[in-house]
C-alpha cells in the first residue's frame, strides 16, 4: 500500500460472506460518486472487510470531497509565512462557477470527483524554501504546507537507507558519497545516464518531466546495445531528449523561471 499511496484511511466492518459482492459493488459506487481510490483487503472466510481510501496528506483534495457546502458563496484566503495575501469569496470570480461547468459540461463529459481549476486573484507571487504557505476555505478548514526544495537528496537517502546500493554489475555505484555526486551532476547536465550500471551490455539516457509546479512527475529514457550507444551517440542523444523533456514539461505547464530541482 506504500507503494501505491502515501496516505489511506482504513475502514473495518464484519460483513455476512453472502452479502460480500453486494457491498464492494458498493464500495465501487462510492468510489466513483466522490472520485476516491478505495482498494480492499478483506478476509473471505469470516466476512472482514477493510476498504481502504487512498489519499495524499500534502495535497489539498481527499480523503473526502465535501458536498455540501455551498460553492457559490465560500470565502478563501491565502496566507504566506502568516501573511495574508488573498482573500476573497467565490461570488466575485469574474467567470462564475455557474457558467463555467454549464460552459465546460457542453464540451466534456464532467465525472464525480472531477476537480475545475480556476485562476487566482491579485496576490500570487513566487516562493522559496522554507515558506509557509496556508490555504483557509470557509466550512472545511486550513491547509498548511512548508515548501521544500531540492528535495530529491533526502528521498534517495531514505531509500538508501532501506534498501542500500546493491551491486549489479562492474559499474555500478555502490559508494553513499559517490552517488550523491552522480545526483549532483545530473542535475546540472539535466538527463542521466545508465552506462552498464544495472545491467551488461545496456546503456541508457533519461530526462526527468515537471509539472506546473515544478515538480517532477515523470521520466522518459532512451536505451539500446552499448555496442549501437557509443559515447558520441549518447550525447547526440542526450541533447534530444533534453529537449523533448522541455517539451513534455511545457505542455504540463512547467516553467523553468517556476521550477523546483528534482
Same mark, same amino acid.
Given at each position: 500500500?506504500?507503494?501505491?499511496? @502515501?496516505?489511506?484511511?482504513?475502514?473495518?466492518?464484519? $460483513? @455476512?460472506?453472502?452479502?460480500? /459482492?453486494?457491498? !464492494?459493488? %458498493?464500495?465501487? *459506487?462510492?468510489?466513483?460518486?466522490?472520485?476516491?481510490?478505495?482498494?480492499? $483487503?478483506?478476509?473471505?472466510?469470516?466476512?472482514?472487510?477493510?476498504? !481502504?481510501?487512498?489519499?495524499?496528506?500534502? =495535497? /489539498?483534495?481527499? /480523503?473526502?470531497?465535501? &458536498?455540501?457546502?455551498?460553492?457559490?458563496?465560500?470565502?478563501? +484566503?491565502?496566507?504566506? *509565512?502568516?501573511?495574508?495575501?488573498? *482573500?476573497?469569496?467565490?461570488?466575485?470570480?469574474?467567470? #462564475?462557477?455557474? =457558467?463555467? $461547468?454549464?460552459?465546460? #459540461?457542453?464540451?466534456?463529459? !464532467?465525472?464525480?470527483?472531477?476537480?475545475?481549476?480556476?485562476?487566482?486573484?491579485?496576490?500570487?507571487?513566487?516562493?522559496?524554501?522554507?515558506?509557509?504557505?496556508?490555504?483557509?476555505?470557509?466550512?472545511?478548514?486550513?491547509?498548511?504546507? &512548508?515548501?521544500?526544495?531540492? =528535495?530529491?537528496?533526502?528521498?534517495?537517502?531514505? $531509500?538508501?537507507?532501506? =534498501?542500500?546500493?546493491?551491486?549489479?554489475?562492474?559499474?555500478?555505484?555502490?559508494?553513499?558519497?559517490?552517488?550523491?555526486?552522480?545526483?549532483? &551532476?545530473?542535475?546540472?547536465?539535466?538527463?542521466? !545516464?545508465?552506462?552498464? %550500471?544495472?545491467?551488461?551490455?545496456?546503456?541508457?539516457?533519461?530526462?526527468?518531466?515537471?509539472?506546473? &509546479?515544478?515538480?517532477?512527475?515523470?521520466?522518459?529514457?532512451?536505451?539500446?546495445?552499448?555496442?549501437?550507444?557509443?559515447?558520441?551517440?549518447?550525447?547526440?542523444?542526450?541533447?534530444?531528449?533534453?529537449?523533448?523533456? +522541455?517539451?513534455?514539461?511545457?505542455?504540463?505547464?512547467?516553467?523553468?523561471?517556476?521550477?523546483?530541482?528534482?
Amino acid at each position: 500500500m506504500g507503494a501505491i499511496s @502515501p496516505d489511506y484511511l482504513v475502514q473495518d466492518g464484519v $460483513i @455476512p460472506r453472502s452479502r460480500l /459482492p453486494e457491498v !464492494l459493488n %458498493e464500495i465501487a *459506487n462510492i468510489s466513483r460518486k466522490y472520485g476516491l481510490l478505495i482498494v480492499n $483487503i478483506f478476509h473471505a472466510g469470516d466476512g472482514n472487510l477493510h476498504p !481502504l481510501v487512498l489519499f495524499d496528506a500534502s =495535497k /489539498p483534495l481527499g /480523503p473526502v470531497i465535501e &458536498t455540501e457546502l455551498d460553492p457559490l458563496s465560500v470565502s478563501v +484566503k491565502a496566507r504566506v *509565512n502568516g501573511v495574508e495575501k488573498q *482573500n476573497s469569496p467565490t461570488e466575485l470570480m469574474i467567470i #462564475s462557477i455557474s =457558467k463555467m $461547468i454549464s460552459y465546460l #459540461s457542453h464540451v466534456m463529459t !464532467l465525472q464525480p470527483g472531477d476537480v475545475i481549476l480556476t485562476g487566482s486573484p491579485v496576490g500570487a507571487e513566487l516562493v522559496g524554501p522554507g515558506t509557509v504557505i496556508e490555504c483557509e476555505v470557509d466550512g472545511i478548514g486550513t491547509l498548511r504546507n &512548508t515548501f521544500v526544495a531540492a =528535495k530529491a537528496p533526502a528521498v534517495a537517502a531514505e $531509500i538508501i537507507d532501506r =534498501k542500500g546500493l546493491p551491486r549489479h554489475t562492474d559499474w555500478t555505484i555502490t559508494d553513499r558519497e559517490a552517488f550523491f555526486r552522480e545526483l549532483d &551532476t545530473i542535475r546540472q547536465n539535466g538527463y542521466a !545516464l545508465d552506462l552498464e %550500471e544495472n545491467e551488461y551490455g545496456i546503456r541508457c539516457v533519461a530526462v526527468p518531466i515537471f509539472d506546473y &509546479t515544478g515538480s517532477v512527475v515523470a521520466a522518459v529514457s532512451v536505451f539500446g546495445p552499448t555496442i549501437r550507444m557509443t559515447d558520441d551517440r549518447i550525447m547526440r542523444l542526450a541533447a534530444r531528449m533534453r529537449q523533448i523533456g +522541455k517539451e513534455l514539461s511545457a505542455r504540463l505547464g512547467h516553467r523553468p523561471i517556476h521550477s523546483v530541482q528534482p
